[in-house]
Nanobody
Framework: QVQLAESGGGWVQPGGSLRLSCAVS????????MAWYRQAPGKVRELVAK???????NYAESVKGRFSIDRDTVKNMVYLQMNSLQIEDTAFYYC????????WGQGTQVTVSS
């Protein structure tokens, strides 16, 4: 069974930074592509970034150059470093596999406002 626990969200002013963490409980964590998703109020959940077992990464166009995903296969953790945050980044952020499983965590809320 997959268990996901996101943390690290909060309120930040535009231009600020946050680092999100996700504790993952699953078999063969290192073999899975992991991803961060987000859902803003009134919008569908969208893929933000993913990291493959090789370590290669992909990003949504809207976050390229600002966000960075990484993972620790010893600690079973996935991280999302978010820099130069914009108001449009306000959302609940979730980690999951890619493609996603139906075992979503609670997410962590990120609010960017002045």
């Amino acid at each position: 069974q997959v268990q996901l626990a996101e943390s690290g969200g909060g309120w930040v002013q535009p231009g600020g930074s946050l680092r999100l963490s996700c504790a993952v409980s699953m078999r063969n964590f290192s073999l899975n592509t992991m991803a961060w998703y987000r859902q803003a109020p009134g919008k569908v959940r969208e893929l933000v970034a993913k990291i493959h077992r090789s370590g290669s990464t992909n990003y949504a166009e809207s976050v390229k150059g600002r966000f960075s995903i990484d993972r620790d296969t010893v600690k079973n953790m996935v991280y999302l470093q978010m820099n130069s945050l914009q108001i449009e980044d306000t959302a609940f952020y979730y980690c999951n596999t890619w493609p996603y499983s139906h075992n979503w965590g609670q997410g962590t809320q990120v609010t960017v406002s002045s």
